[in-house]
């Protein structure tokens, strides 16, 4: 069964870059689209963006212009770096697996705060 | 923009009733490209169908999904205890890629 984990830091100071990385195990993350999905509290899920290994990448247009994301598939561990964060950015980050058009597996998620 | 719209916002039902969750979609889409996730509080979704209809592995089939076009429906035939969560309803494809509806919570009355 896959399992991915999220690691990174908890707080980021705002106008800086969040950075997070997730580990894959158990599966390899070159056959399928590595996600990023965030939770800002209280609130719904909205979807960052994908990347693949085989260079396609994808992500919401309503960020695309501070997102930025990369794959290691010898680490077996994908990123996200979201720059010039406000306080809008806080929220729980997930990595996910996209298998088909649907998220089979997810991360337990991190929550990142940015503070002031 | 593709926009999801799930209603209710909550629905309080009690064990052992039914329970029909609805996900209208601005734009008519492909139902292999419709889910649907279940979040309990302080936990990560869990997928419990996708296809529009086919429930996810271990998923007990008491959940199911049908719908087509605009119009999608979870179905939970009879609520247990652990089945009080919010439910979102997730579409692939068009702009801005992937959307989430705004969930519906289920509470017990």
């Known amino acids: 069964q896959v399992q991915l984990q999220e690691s990174g830091p908890g707080l980021v100071k705002a106008s800086e870059t969040l950075s997070l990385t997730c580990t894959v195990s158990?599966?390899?993350?070159?056959?399928?689209?590595c996600n990023w999905i965030r939770q800002p509290p209280g609130k719904p899920l909205e979807w960052i963006g994908f990347?693949?290994?085989?260079?396609?990448?994808n992500s919401n247009p309503s960020l695309k212009s501070r997102v930025t994301m990369s794959i290691d598939t010898s680490k077996n561990q994908f990123s996200l770096h979201l720059s010039s964060v406000t306080a809008a950015d806080t929220a729980v980050y997930y990595c996910a697996r996209l298998l088909g058009y649907s998220f089979d597996s997810w991360g337990q998620g991190t929550l990142v705060t940015v503070s002031s | 923009e593709r926009v999801l719209t799930q209603f209710p916002d909550t629905l309080s039902l009690s064990p052992g009733e039914r329970a029909t969750l609805s996900c209208k979609t601005s734009q008519s889409v492909i139902s292999n490209y419709i889910a649907w996730y279940q979040q309990i509080p302080g936990q990560a979704p869990r997928l419990l169908i996708f296809g529009a209809s086919t429930r996810a592995t271990g998923i007990p089939d008491r959940f199911s999904g049908s719908g087509s076009g605009t119009d999608f429906t979870l179905t939970i035939s009879r609520l247990e205890t652990e089945d009080f969560a919010v439910y979102y309803c997730?579409?692939?494809?068009?702009?801005?890629?992937?959307?989430f509806g705004q969930g519906t919570r289920l509470d017990i009355k």
């Open positions: 997730q579409q692939y494809g068009g702009s801005p890629g992937i959307t």
């Open positions: 158990s599966a390899s993350i070159s056959s399928y689209y």
């Open positions: 990347i693949h290994s085989n260079g396609n990448t």
